[in-house]
């Protein structure tokens, strides 16, 4: 099993910008990737971006290219994610993801309001 505690939400204006975390523990090993995801109120979750645990590479949505930036500590086992130039429509719950070879693990969420 591998745990998920995610910090850094708030309440920031347009423009401005927010940092979130997402520690991993428990069998942290079996992880190959990591990810963040983003839910709004009354639409699907959707996906924001996704980073491979050994080699790195990102994946980003349109919607968010150019504006955040997902990364990693290793030695922590922990995912940030780098959210710039906010926008209203960026408001949801973010949710982050961790896939082993196995299943995925869900955190239980953090909220990003952004007001205009």
């Known amino acids: 099993q591998v745990q998920l505690v995610e910090s850094g939400g708030g309440l920031v204006q347009a423009g401005g910008s927010l940092r979130l975390s997402c520690a991993a523990s428990?069998?942290?090993?079996?992880?190959?990737?990591m990810g963040w995801f983003r839910q709004a109120p009354g639409k699907e979750r959707e996906f924001v971006a996704t980073?491979?645990?050994?080699?790195?590479?990102?994946n980003y949505a349109g919607s968010v290219k150019g504006r955040f930036t997902i990364s990693r500590d290793n030695a922590k086992n922990t995912v940030y994610l780098q959210m710039n130039s906010l926008k209203p429509e960026d408001t949801a719950i973010y949710y982050c993801?961790?896939?082993?070879?196995?299943?995925?693990?869900w955190g239980q969420g953090t909220q990003v309001t952004v007001s205009s």
């Open positions: 993801r961790a896939t082993d070879f196995g299943r995925h693990y």
């Open positions: 980073l491979s645990w050994s080699g790195g590479s990102t």
């Open positions: 428990g069998r942290t090993a079996s992880i190959y990737a």
